[in-house]
T-cell receptor, first 111, second 115 residues
Framework: QKEVEQNSGPLSVPEGAIASLNCTYSDRGSQSFFWYRQYSGKSPELIMS????GDKEDGRFTAQLNKASQYVSLLIRDSQPSDSATYLC???????????FGPGTSLSVIP | NAGVMQNPRHLVRRRGQEARLRCSPM?????VYWYRQLPEEGLKFMVY????????ESGMPKERFSAEFPKEGPSILRIQQVVRGDSAAYFCASSLSGGITDTQYFGPGTRLTVL
């Protein structure tokens, strides 16, 4: 079982729609969860971090964490073409030193 | 410049040569992480360092790869006798304290091409 898995893409949504990105992880003791956005040829850029169960909202982005289900998601409301990128889910395990990245989900927002 | 700096941004080496990648963390950050991203793949953890110490190198290949973070100067990722399979983007990230709520900030990466 892979340590961090994400829903396979590419994911295409029309402009203005909600994009839903999902991620599951295998280490039940994981404490910290991150969503990064990576444009082609660029470095990852942090969008959201979440540490406790529930929802965390920041502008058009909402991260959701369910530790019992070992599941974390990212919702992007009112999707814009500029949101088109690869979204990386990252999980910090119990050792607190290593962040494991998922393979990423490619999102395309169609004007 | 408050961000993580990496140089060179692009590096071309022939098979058998050595590659040295440098990373200067954000000001005040003492934790450095190296990741490798192969084409069309995700980021893979390589090594985690603090000043003068390697904390976790479980992601480093056993041979040809080494990393250091000296007391003074940038962190260095060194690849000896490069092979074509080493061609990838190498990203460095830094964090303030390494704790569970600490965020890693990424540099722009070094794109290594092995001919």
């Amino acid at each position: 079982q892979k340590e961090v898995e994400q829903n396979s893409g590419p994911l295409s949504v029309p402009e203005g729609a909600i994009a839903s990105l999902n991620c599951t992880y295998s280490d039940r003791g994981s404490q910290s969860f991150f969503w990064y956005r990576q444009y082609s040829g660029k470095s990852p850029e942090l969008i959201m971090s979440i540490y406790s169960n529930g929802d965390k909202e920041d502008g058009r982005f909402t991260a959701q964490l369910n530790k019992a289900s070992q599941y974390v998601s990212l919702l992007i409301r009112d999707s814009q073409p500029s949101d088109s990128a690869t979204y990386l889910c990252a999980v910090m395990g119990t050792s607190y030193d290593k962040v494991i990245f998922g393979p990423g989900t490619s999102l395309s927002v169609i004007p | 410049n408050a961000g993580v700096m990496q140089n060179p941004r692009h590096l071309v080496r022939r098979r058998g040569q050595e590659a040295r990648l440098r990373c200067s963390p954000m000001k005040g950050h003492s934790h450095v992480y190296w990741y490798r991203q192969l084409p069309e793949e995700g980021l893979k953890f390589m090594v985690y360092l603090q000043k003068e110490n390697i904390i976790d190198e479980s992601g480093m290949p056993k041979e040809r790869f080494s990393a250091e973070f000296p007391k003074e100067g940038p962190s260095i990722l060194r690849i000896q006798q490069v092979v074509r399979g080493d061609s990838a983007a190498y990203f460095c990230a830094s964090s303030l304290s390494g704790g569970i709520t600490d965020t890693q900030y990424f540099g722009p990466g070094t794109r290594l091409t092995v001919l």
